[in-house]
């Protein structure tokens, strides 16, 4: 439990196993979450476990090369902004990461598989979303619900049940993503509008 002011705390390499929540950080600036094992409550159905990584109203969180698997969601991003999420490995949850009402942040070069979802935005605005590979997920590879003003780019989203699920998505820029081997490659519903979407290559 990182608690609140603990302002420019890090929490690095260690092995968080068979916890409810691996880590819960709240009302801090500037931490660093870095290079960890994050294993939650196996043998428990995903609604009763809590999430690898909670993190609520922050600024400025890292959270680098962690590997996170059997939480509810592994990341819960609530009311954090300016934060960079990279190369994080996550499976087995619910949502890989699931950002709400979070504007300004990072996302990139992260791994999300075996999920329910891979990476789940809602009430977000200004996210960068860029290089991340999230494939074999049973729903969506990538959720845009309710998001303004962002970058989703580059990205590999394949062989999930939805490629992009996009619901009342405005003024976002998707380019040059790999959507492959999805049952359906876009489900895009619910008043999106004045999207620039380009250079993208669905397959199969």
Not at 156 to 169: H, I, K, S, T, W
Not at 186 to 191: F, N, Q, S, Y
Request: net charge negative; hydrophobic share 35%.
């Amino acid at each position: 439990y990182i608690e609140p002011g603990s302002d420019r705390a890090t929490v690095s390499r260690c092995q968080l196993v068979g916890d409810l929540f691996g880590l819960w950080i709240q009302h801090v600036r500037d931490v660093r979450v870095l290079d960890n094992v994050i294993v939650g409550l196996r043998d428990h159905p995903s609604a009763q476990r809590g999430n690898g990584i909670e993190l609520y109203d922050t600024e400025g969180a890292r959270i680098v090369g962690n590997q996170i698997s059997f939480a509810r969601d592994g990341i819960f991003v609530d009311v954090s902004n300016h934060a960079v999420f990279r190369a994080n490995r996550i499976h087995n949850v619910r949502y890989g990461t699931h950002y709400m009402n979070s504007n300004d942040n990072i996302l990139e070069d992260n791994d999300s598989w075996n999920n329910r979802g891979g990476l789940a935005l809602m009430e977000v605005r200004r996210q960068v979303v860029r290089r991340n590979r999230t494939w074999g997920n049973t729903d969506h590879g990538i959720m845009l619900r309710t998001i303004q003003d962002s970058l989703i780019e580059g990205n590999v989203v394949a062989g999930n049940q939805r490629g992009l699920f996009v619901y009342d998505a405005e003024y976002n820029v998707l380019r040059d993503n790999l959507v492959v081997d999805n049952d359906v490659g876009v489900h895009l519903w619910a008043g999106s509008i004045h999207n620039d979407i380009d250079g993208n290559d669905f397959i199969g």
